[in-house]
Nanobody, 125 residues
Framework: QVLLEESGGGSVRPGGSLRLSCAASGRTFSTYGMGWFRRHAPGKEREVVAAISGSGDKIYYADSVKGRFTISRDNAQNTVYLQMNRLKPEDTAVYYC?????????????????WGQGTQVTVSS
């Protein structure tokens, strides 16, 4: 299992940018596919935002963030990032970092076995 800790959330105006980081500890980081999920409100389901393979050669984005968000990873630093640009009010959510066995079998919540605590992102004028 891997321990995950997110950082970098906060409040920003529409059109602004934030970069989320997720630091991992435990097993060899490159053996995990990593994902960023978000949940817009308590009781709502988590939705995948972006995912990246262990080596970084395969990347997925949800349609709602394509062209605005960039996922990347630094295996030497055991860290995955989510650069969020041109943020919109509808991006407001708690963002979670998640790890699953590489190669990922899917992009659903059940395909990721380890989760961070989440970090709040609020986009508001």
């Amino acid at each position: 299992q891997v321990l995950l800790e997110e950082s970098g959330g906060g409040s920003v105006r529409p059109g602004g940018s934030l970069r989320l980081s997720c630091a991992a500890s435990g097993r060899t980081f490159s053996t995990y596919g990593m994902g960023w999920f978000r949940r817009h409100a308590p009781g709502k389901e988590r939705e995948v935002v972006a995912a990246i393979s262990g080596s970084g050669d395969k990347i997925y984005y949800a349609d709602s963030v394509k062209g605005r968000f960039t996922i990347s990873r630094d295996n030497a630093q055991n860290t995955v990032y989510l650069q969020m640009n041109r943020l919109k009010p509808e991006d407001t959510a708690v963002y979670y970092c998640a790890a699953g066995e590489d190669p990922l079998s899917g992009l659903g919540v059940a395909d990721f076995g380890s989760w961070g605590q989440g970090t709040q992102v609020t986009v508001s004028s």
